[in-house]
């Protein structure tokens, strides 16, 4: 083979792994358009958000940039005479698994824990985190269960996550 025929297939394979690229990244955008047309878009500071408030939470869609695959949806909900959210409630849709869930919790003091959740709000845990991590984890979540379910069903309603 030439050197012009090796560029010329170094670019055919460029050219088509991109097109591929694109075509995965806009079905991935596409999931996210139905949450979106569920909320308000808003521009701050030249951004445009979408967000709506519902029953104490604001709901929020942050769509995925182009040819990235970082969207999510959340909920947060304000603890009163606080600039700090309660509970924020996060899922990163996913085009070919399943869609993985989170949750920050905040205390009043200031403290947070980040910990991922299955779809029905149980924790969950990589095979190497050790018992302690886990304990603590478990009692948090079950301090929490109350706001974590009412959470989730407030997230159904505005954007019925769970049924899809």
Known sequence: MTKKKIAAA?????LTAFAAWNGVWYLHYRQYQAFRDKTEKVTVGGMD???????????SVSMPSYLHFNGNLSADKTIPGNTQSEITMIVWLSLFGADEYGVILNTPDGLQSQIYLDRQGNPVFEDGDDQNYKDDVQFLVSENQEIIRETYDAWDTVFGIREK
């Open 49 to 59: 958000l979408y967000q709506t408030s519902r029953d104490g939470y604001l709901f």
């Open 10 to 14: 170094a670019a055919g394979l460029l």
